[in-house]
């Protein structure tokens, strides 16, 4: 290979959110990083309204304080008309379980994008804009190469010891290397605008997204900043050809018509803009990685947008991509394979739990919100959690709860988020859902010890987790393995505490971590 091409430690193709967080977070690892962007920022991208869970991966790149101070306009829940009867009900982010921020934002994607990008340049990564990747080569021991071409119409090719496709629904490398799985149940399309002077509700309310059905689909009603708010809806791919005479843009007004609910918040509005119409088909690829590549968000699979999840996915899989990269390049001990394999299995249960939620969201137009909270519940990795808060939970995006993300290897701190969770706040008492607190308890049986990985600042470790014979995954810690030998002749909630805390714990820790075992279910009532 010519000894004139550039080295780089990572490429990443794609320089949209997953791109940014990937690249940035790499950077800050120490790691030479080139984003490569086809366009010039800003540019136009739908997909404006973020979870909630968002905030903890903004923060982490240190991008929070300016979307906080920019005027975005905050979301703090979630307004529906679905189900069996109109009657909207609202759900809030403040009721999810573990969730450090009690509201997302909606934000216009071209400033936002570009606030990604421009952030990983000041955290040290090279971005070159305008420069459309036209081939790539995965070798072996960094012997990769990456082919793109800038404005001036010039070739260049780089080598690079890995590779981060990041390159959208156009998926460059997955395209070529793997193949791509269309969802047979969600093949829609979205048709979108912009209006002024649309209603919206007062107070905390003012900023959440509307979501409402109608008989061929349903709309999302998303408020942004400078009074324009965003309103589209998702249909079957069909209406296209049934439609083909009238246009889509009769069909999208016609619709309306026959929503009163958001004909009404219209009433006095004005469309700024024009129809807009895209393929919001689901699609998932066989493969999100291999030697030498690894691919985030929409590279490697794309999720219904009803629970408004791209954003979120997208820089959640950038954040485990980047701790993936970084393990292997460093050679940490961890082998690639089983680092693969770790990225795959997070990025594809994450997947997997969003789309079961849509396909019953979409089946249920017929059922009750009660119905919806209880397929949640299903859905979730804490046994016993109320039905409502596992909805909420789901839809903002919750995960620092979750096994492979928060692995106290070396330390008995759990998040201060885990003192409120599922039911109540602790109060000097220590109980889980259900448990009485002052009731013996004993480690549940079928436990099941095996070998994992878990996410220890930027690499990831070998570790062993608990696994109840539910499913739920729990890391185990020094603090976990001393409350099960506690446990172990039959002490109260409240006890094991004290246990704890008379053994040089910190009371809070010590709380919060017998609260979190006796959620998991890795504790139960004495008989």
């Not at 991208?45 to 903890?56: N, P």
């Not at 573990?98 to 936002?112: H, L, N």
């Not at 820089?315 to 795959?344: H, K």
């Not at 109540?424 to 079928?446: C, E, L, N, W, Y």
């Amino acid at each position: 290979m010519p000894e004139e091409l550039a080295n780089y430690d990572v490429v990443v193709i794609g320089g949209g959110p997953g791109g940014s967080m990937s690249g940035t977070l790499l950077a800050d690892y120490g790691k030479r990083v080139l984003i490569l962007e086809a366009e010039k920022f800003p540019r136009y991208h739908i997909g404006e309204s973020l979870l909630s869970g968002t905030a903890e991966l903004m923060q982490r790149i240190g991008v929070l304080d300016r979307i906080e101070n920019d005027g975005y306009i905050k979301k703090h829940g979630v307004e529906w008309v679905w189900g069996e009867n109109r009657e909207p009900w609202t759900v809030y982010f403040k009721d999810a379980l573990a969730m450090p921020y009690d509201y997302g934002y909606q934000v216009e994607r071209g400033e936002f994008d570009k606030l990604l990008l421009d952030n990983a340049r000041t955290h040290g990564a090279e971005v070159r804009e305008e420069h459309r990747v036209t081939d790539f080569t995965i070798g072996e021991d960094g012997d990769s190469t990456v082919t793109f071409q800038g404005p001036d119409g010039v070739s260049t090719t780089v080598r690079t010891r890995w590779i981060v496709d990041s390159s959208g629904q156009g998926g460059l490398v997955t395209k070529r290397l793997h193949e791509q799985s269309w969802d047979p149940y969600l093949k829609n399309l979205a048709v979108w605008s912009y209006w002024t002077g649309a209603e919206r509700p007062p107070g905390l309310d003012s900023g959440n997204t509307f979501l409402p059905t109608f008989d061929e689909g349903w709309w999302w009603f998303i408020p942004l900043r400078e009074d324009r708010t965003s309103i589209g809806m998702v249909v079957d791919s069909k209406v296209v050809h049934e439609n083909r005479g009238a246009g889509m843009e009769a069909y999208y007004l016609d619709c309306l018509s026959r929503t009163p609910e958001l004909a009404k918040r219209l009433e006095g509005a004005q469309r700024v803009d024009k129809i807009h119409v895209a393929r919001d088909w689901s699609y998932s690829y066989d493969r999100f990685s291999g030697d030498g590549y690894i691919a985030v968000g929409d590279a490697a699979c794309f999720i219904d947008p009803l629970f408004s999840t791209g954003v979120h996915l997208a820089m959640l899989s950038g954040f485990l991509a980047a701790v993936t990269v970084n393990t292997i390049l460093d050679q940490t001990g961890v082998t690639a394979a089983d680092a693969l394999r770790f990225y795959e299995t997070a990025y594809r249960k994450e997947f997997a739990r969003l789309r079961a939620q849509v396909y019953f969201l979409y089946g249920g137009h017929g059922s009750t919100k009660d119905s919806y909270f209880w397929h949640a519940r299903s859905q979730f990795d804490v046994p016993d959690i109320a039905p409502e808060k596992a909805f909420i939970s789901l839809i903002a995006g919750a995960f620092q709860h979750r096994s492979w993300y928060s692995r106290y290897l070396k330390r008995l701190d759990v998040p201060s988020e885990l003192r409120d969770t599922i039911e109540q706040i602790f109060d000097g008492k220590s109980t889980g859902i259900g448990v009485d607190p002052h009731q013996a308890v004993v480690p549940a049986t079928g436990l099941n010890y095996v070998d994992d990985l878990a996410i220890d600042g930027s690499y990831l470790r070998p570790a062993r987790s608990l696994v109840t014979p539910s499913g739920v995954t729990v890391p185990v810690t020094t603090g976990l393995e001393q409350l099960l030998a506690l446990a172990e002749q039959g002490r109260s909630s409240v006890e094991l505490v004290d246990e704890l805390a008379t053994g040089g714990t910190d009371r809070d820790a010590a709380q919060s971590l017998v609260h979190e075992v006796v959620s998991y279910g890795l504790l139960q009532p004495a008989e």
